[in-house]
């Protein structure tokens, strides 16, 4: 089952506009992650977040945790084409057994920027 | 970062055969390797979690006679698709930390993808 809902499913913006990007669980977080892949390549890091109401920026890309720590957004501020691709958000969660954590990605968000 | 390598990075088997995708960590001991599986347009699905020295977990849905996973150093943990069919055929991505506990960052693997005729 899918411990994380990612949403929207798809995006399509026009270049320039801004977007967001949510990413919620209904248990506490203790990291989430988010990264950027183009399909059939691999994963880019783009930001960790641990701390409840943590939020980090690179470039044009800002990411917040809430304090519950239950739910992340992703922003992107002023699309542009090179922002295109898949992203997901990932959080590490408890294994069965309980000794392990692994992480678990949402179901992802295609991004399509249009010129 | 840590540099996690994968290989093959592109694999074409005929249905019935046997394939073996390796995962390395370059920089870096992994105490743990997670495999996952990518079909087109979807999520990363988790697979099985391994420590090094010890047997792999599965997650629900995963047979373990049909991917075997070995973890038999700490830089290198081996996935075998056996008896491979076409449904087998997707993007298989490794990753790697250093600990167990979430304050390790996990490094992934630029991935494998595998297509079985």
């Known amino acids: 089952s899918q411990e994380l809902e990612q949403s929207p499913q798809s995006l399509i913006v026009q270049e320039g506009k801004n977007l967001t990007i949510n990413c919620t669980s209904s248990k506490t977080l203790y990291g989430l992650y988010w990264y950027k892949q183009k399909y059939g390549e691999g994963l880019i890091f783009l930001m960790m977040?641990?701390?409840?109401?943590e939020e980090k920026s690179h470039e044009k890309i800002t990411a917040k945790l809430d304090e519950k720590k239950q739910q992340s957004s992703l922003h992107i501020t002023a699309s542009q084409p090179s922002h295109a691709g898949i992203y997901l958000c990932?959080?590490?969660?408890?294994?069965?057994?309980?000794?392990?954590?692994?992480?678990?990605f949402g179901k992802g968000t295609l991004l399509t920027v249009n010129p | 970062g840590a540099v996690v390598s994968q290989h093959p990075s592109r694999v074409i088997c005929k249905s019935g055969t046997s394939v073996k995708i390796e995962c390395r960590s370059l920089d870096f001991q992994a105490t743990t390797m997670f495999w996952y599986r990518q079909f087109p347009k979807q999520s990363l699905m988790l697979m099985a979690t391994?420590?090094?020295?010890?047997?792999?977990?599965?997650e629900q849905g995963v047979e373990k006679d049909k991917f075997l996973i070995n973890h038999a150093s700490l830089t290198l943990s081996t996935l075998t698709v056996t008896s491979a069919h076409p449904e087998d055929s997707s993007f298989y991505i490794c990753s790697a930390k250093e600990g167990l506990a979430p304050v390790y960052e996990q490094f992934f693997g630029p991935g494998t993808r595998l297509t079985v005729l």
């Open positions: 977040l641990q701390k409840g109401g």
């Open positions: 990932g959080a590490d969660i408890m294994g069965r057994e309980g000794s392990n954590y692994k992480l678990t």
């Open positions: 391994s420590n090094e020295g010890s047997k792999a977990t599965y």
